[in-house]
């Protein structure tokens, strides 16, 4: 598998570079990159370089962007030395279109918000055509995922291995000024509690999970599902002792290795929904059943009560003295009841009323609320 | 060019059926609702599948469109039974179906000739974007609550798409759609219809060695309130105005389609000029025009908590009766000579007398308890779902 490096800093390259020259790298520039620190020149040495080293070089264009934002990296693009880069990597539909229509550039497509179908995968692949040469999978799929739908992908699959988590991209700038130097590393989150690492720049505000999603371990895994290359984000964190023992894991891959890594970062780590993914389960029990028992049909509400007096119901359907209606409800308790009077709301007695409210007797256990049905096949008018 | 929309539409959330009837009393054009699943609002009612038939009958006898939301970013699991569902909203007429996801939208274009709305989930802020999924079958984007007018009305022009825009409601900080608070910190699916609004809590802002530099709502937006910038969006061609909340009250609902209806109608010539709304008296976090004219910056975020309102819904008409009085259905207990107020469709807070309390079985009573239905003095004009409210006591 090949692997993939974020670049969104002289000071990061330096750092990484023992581990990443030579290999795919993702340029970040300022303009461009959502955490983008290089400026055109620093880009254009650093892919100089890379590529002297047999290196590709791709850049990174995933800031959402409108019209004018297009506009002026239009501009941008065109002060640039294209001929050093190898593709394009890019998140907007809208930029993934204007790319494909204006450059001559193959594109690496960010499905990692949403496009957790293979019809979404496939769709956006459709509508981009042959300019697209990889996708970049989300970290919500789990591997098994990944694996059935490998076959139904023509170009490229790229997965993210050990990277931040971002779980929030916003382009209002949310920190502000209230704290004196900006590009120190910031938390938000409670005394004591989870800290959720955040970043504001001229593109925003962004904040990330806790831990690292950390993958190395399951590298067999992530072969076995013909991943085309893993991508390594030290953007957040690095060191050269991290850096040192990525260069000894990628001679290893075993065990040991692993935990080595895992041990240089600063942070907790996770396999996110490497295995599974379950996040409907929690949120199941809030959903609210409303659907109409078999064998019955809608005959309206229970909209007052009073104990061993009445029952007030507005009516969808006619109702008639003598008829056994069905009260559903809010936690399913069901009662069957015939009606014995019905009154309307001038209190004239009725042994039909066709619509509106209907005063009944009361009907037990069935409060405000209460679902009230008849029988498919009841005819109140004959 | 997009399909030319004289009068621009009114689009309101209804969350059950009588909000429905609440927004269609009210004078929306088009409603959006979700069925019992494919949303982002789990928690909501929802209507099902026989309730959204009702709707569509209800809504369409008023000449009112319905749009069923599908905007939720869907796993191939809950894609099985899919295909049935989009059939079946073929089949009882919906308007047209609200996604995100490019997978959802390809099985609507596969299974139906359903009308294919993006929601504003998918984040379209660009034409471009907007050419993309009309290459998906799109025929309206709802645009990203990042876009400008100025940028709206540029989208319209160089996509060919209908254009709909928030005007009023919460809104998500983050780009719609980008966010995973909770899909990590809570093992809820944002996307998928948990977002457990994470955005919403106190934060304190640390640096590595756990200075605090002060707590506040630093995620939460305030609400968005579009109403002074309407003429400019009936002069930017956008083809629908939508009010965010499926989740809120039928005061908020009511309150809400009147004030843009009027604000709507006196743009387009249809009224004089309206002077007073009831939005400041509905619970918000302080209103923002967000980037509608400049990108939305610091004072955009609800820093700290403002949710009070002034006003709560005290019930809504259920019926009127012979003896000139109307039969409310109580959300709020009401107390004898409290004072209440009826919303009418026309912009007036028309006084309603509660000298008198009756109970269904003509008993006077002191006090009316909510889930209950009282009798009360029926002021001209009131009608089945015309909503009533009351000021707080403080």
């Keep these: 598998m090949r692997r993939s490096y974020n670049v969104h800093s002289i000071d990061l390259w330096h750092s990484i570079k023992n581990l990443a020259l030579g290999h795919e790298l993702l340029l970040e520039h300022r303009e461009l990159g959502r955490l983008g620190c290089l400026d055109s020149k620093q880009l254009s040495e650093l892919a100089i370089e890379n590529r002297a080293h047999g290196g590709r070089n791709v850049l990174v264009w995933d800031?959402?962007?409108?019209?004018?934002?297009?506009?002026?990296?239009?501009?941008?693009?065109?002060?640039?030395?294209?001929?050093?880069?190898?593709?394009?990597?890019?998140?907007?539909?809208?930029?993934?279109?204007?790319?494909?229509?204006?450059?001559?550039?193959?594109?690496q497509l960010v499905l990692e918000t949403g496009n957790h179908n293979i019809g979404a995968i496939l769709s956006w692949i459709d509508v981009l055509g042959d300019a697209v040469e990889r996708i970049i999978l989300s970290n919500e799929l789990p591997i098994s995922w990944t694996l059935q739908y490998r076959d139904q992908i023509a170009v490229e699959v790229e997965l993210a291995v050990l990277s931040p988590i971002l779980i929030f991209y916003s382009p209002r700038p949310l920190i502000g000024t209230r704290v004196p130097e900006p590009d120190q590393p910031l938390f938000w989150g409670e005394p004591g509690q989870r800290r959720l690492p955040v970043k504001q720049n001229q593109h925003g505000t962004f904040l990330f999970y806790e831990k690292a999603l950390f993958l190395l371990p399951h590298w067999q895994d992530i072969r076995?599902?013909?991943?085309?290359?893993?991508?390594?984000?030290?953007?957040?964190?690095?060191?050269?002792?991290?850096?040192?023992?990525?260069?000894?894991?990628?001679?290893?891959?075993?065990?040991?290795?692993?935990?080595?890594?895992?041990?240089?970062?600063?942070?907790?780590?996770?396999?996110?929904?490497?295995?599974?993914?379950?996040?409907?389960?929690?949120?199941?029990?809030?959903?609210?059943?409303?659907?109409?028992?078999?064998?019955?049909?809608?005959?309206?509400?229970?909209?007052?009560?009073?104990?061993?007096?009445?029952?007030?119901?507005?009516?969808?359907?006619?109702?008639?003295?003598?008829?056994?209606?069905?009260?559903?409800?809010?936690?399913?308790?069901?009662?069957?009841?015939?009606?014995?009077?019905?009154?309307?709301?001038?209190?004239?007695r009725h042994s039909v009323l066709g619509s509106g409210l209907a005063i009944i007797d009361h009907v037990s256990r069935a409060p405000t609320g209460t679902n009230v049905y008849m029988p498919v096949d009841d005819e109140t008018f004959e | 060019m997009a399909s030319s929309t004289l009068i621009p539409e009114i689009l309101a959330p209804v969350g059950n059926m009588l909000k429905l009837k609440v927004a269609v009393m009210y004078g929306a054009d088009a409603v959006y609702l979700a069925g019992p699943r494919f949303g982002l609002r789990y928690a909501a009612d929802n209507f099902s599948e026989e309730q959204l038939r009702e709707a569509c009958v209800f809504a369409h006898q008023h000449g009112v469109k319905v749009f069923v939301t599908l905007n939720a970013f869907l796993f191939d699991e809950d894609m099985h039974d899919l295909p049935a569902f989009v059939a079946f909203l073929q089949e009882i007429d919906v308007?047209?179906?609200?996604?995100?996801?490019?997978?959802?939208?390809?099985?609507?274009?596969?299974?139906?000739?359903?009308?294919?709305?993006?929601?504003?989930?998918?984040?379209?802020?660009?034409?471009?974007?907007?050419?993309?999924?009309?290459?998906?079958?799109?025929?309206?984007?709802?645009?990203?609550?990042?876009?400008?007018?100025?940028?709206?009305?540029?989208?319209?022009?160089?996509?060919?798409?209908?254009?709909?825009?928030?005007?009023?409601?919460?809104?998500?900080?983050?780009?719609?759609?980008?966010?995973?608070?909770?899909?990590?910190?809570?093992?809820?699916?944002?996307?998928?219809?948990?977002?457990?609004?994470?955005?919403?809590?106190?934060?304190?802002?640390?640096?590595?060695?756990?200075?605090?530099y002060g707590e506040g709502h630093f995620m939460s937006s305030k609400d968005l309130n579009a109403l002074r910038l309407i003429p400019q969006f009936v002069q930017a061609g956008i083809d629908s105005f939508k009010i965010e909340g499926r989740m809120k009250s039928a005061l908020y609902v009511a309150t809400t389609v009147q004030a843009y209806r009027h604000a709507r109608d006196a743009a387009c010539g249809r009224l004089s000029p309206v002077t007073h709304n009831n939005l400041d008296d509905l619970p918000n976090r302080g209103y923002t025009e967000a980037s509608l004219i400049q990108a939305a910056g610091t004072e955009s975020i609800a820093l700290q908590k403002k949710d009070q309102a002034v006003f709560d819904m005290a019930g809504y008409v259920l019926d009127t009766n012979d003896q000139s009085q109307m039969a409310v259905f109580l959300n709020h207990p009401v107390e004898k000579g409290q004072r209440l107020e009826l919303l009418s469709p026309a912009g007036e807070n028309v006084p309603v007398q509660t000298g008198k309390i009756i109970d269904v079985r003509g008993r006077l009573v002191d006090r009316g308890n909510p889930n209950s239905v009282v009798l009360l003095p029926r002021p001209e004009g009131a009608s089945a779902f015309m909503v009533l409210r009351l000021q707080h006591a403080s």
């Design chain 1, 63 to 107: 800031i959402l962007a409108s019209d004018a934002q297009i506009q002026r990296a239009d501009t941008l693009l065109h002060e640039l030395d294209l001929s050093i880069i190898d593709a394009i990597r890019v998140q907007d539909p809208g930029v993934a279109m204007y790319v494909s229509q204006s450059w001559p550039l193959p594109l």
């Design chain 1, 224 to 348: 076995a599902a013909r991943v085309d290359v893993n991508r390594y984000d030290l953007r957040l964190w690095h060191s050269d002792a991290l850096v040192d023992t990525l260069i000894a894991w990628h001679q290893e891959k075993d065990t040991e290795s692993s935990r080595r890594v895992r041990d240089q970062l600063t942070k907790r780590t996770t396999q996110g929904f490497f295995k599974s993914n379950r996040t409907d389960k929690q949120f199941a029990k809030l959903k609210r059943h409303d659907s109409v028992p078999e064998g019955l049909r809608p005959a309206g509400l229970v909209v007052d009560t009073r104990k061993k007096s009445y029952t007030l119901i507005n009516l969808q359907e006619a109702i008639r003295v003598g008829q056994t209606l069905v009260f559903v409800n809010s936690i399913g308790e069901t009662t069957h009841h015939q009606i014995r009077w019905i009154e309307d709301l001038d209190r004239q």
């Design chain 2, 95 to 212: 308007d047209a179906v609200i996604v995100s996801d490019a997978g959802v939208a390809r099985v609507v274009r596969e299974h139906s000739s359903l009308n294919i709305h993006v929601s504003t989930q998918s984040s379209t802020l660009n034409t471009w974007s907007a050419r993309f999924w009309a290459q998906l079958g799109a025929k309206r984007v709802v645009l990203g609550r990042e876009t400008s007018l100025a940028a709206a009305k540029a989208v319209r022009e160089g996509s060919g798409l209908e254009v709909e825009m928030f005007v009023h409601g919460s809104m998500c900080m983050a780009f719609s759609g980008n966010c995973t608070i909770s899909n990590y910190t809570a093992g809820r699916d944002s996307n998928r219809g948990g977002c457990s609004h994470s955005c919403r809590y106190e934060y304190g802002l640390f640096d590595q060695s756990g200075h605090n």
